[in-house]
Nanobody, 122 residues
Framework: QVQLVESGGGLVQAGGSLRLSCAAS????????MGWFRQAPGKEREFVAA???????YYADSVKGRFTISRDNAKNTVYLQMNSLKLEDTAVYYC????????????????WGQGTQVTVSS
């Protein structure tokens, strides 16, 4: 069982930056694929970024070049550095974990956090 707790969300002006963190419980964090997803009001949840246990990273086209996912296995934490934020980045951001080498398929992620709100203002 893995528990995930996100933090770091908040209100930021367009063009600004935020760093989200996701702390995981358990001793096998380093073996998991970690992903970030988001859900904007009235929209379906969508993939943002993923990082495999090897460190290989994947990004949605909408955030490529602006967001960076990283992990610190010693701290059981995955991060999402978000730069050049846009109004359309406003959403609840969720951290997820999978025991498989997956990327964007939500169903392949077993564990989910409760989410953290990111609001980008003009």
């Amino acid at each position: 069982q893995v528990q995930l707790v996100e933090s770091g969300g908040g209100l930021v002006q367009a063009g600004g930056s935020l760093r989200l963190s996701c702390a995981a419980s358990g001793r096998t964090f380093s073996t998991y694929t970690m992903g970030w997803f988001r859900q904007a009001p009235g929209k379906e949840r969508e993939f943002v970024a993923a990082i495999w246990r090897s460190g290989t990273t994947y990004y949605a086209d909408s955030v490529k070049g602006r967001f960076t996912i990283s992990r610190d296995n010693a701290k059981n934490t995955v991060y999402l550095q978000m730069n050049s934020l846009k109004l359309e980045d406003t959403a609840v951001y969720y951290c997820a974990a999978s025991g498989r080498a997956v990327i964007s398929h939500e169903d392949a992620y077993t564990y989910w956090g409760q989410g953290t709100q990111v609001t980008v203002s003009s």
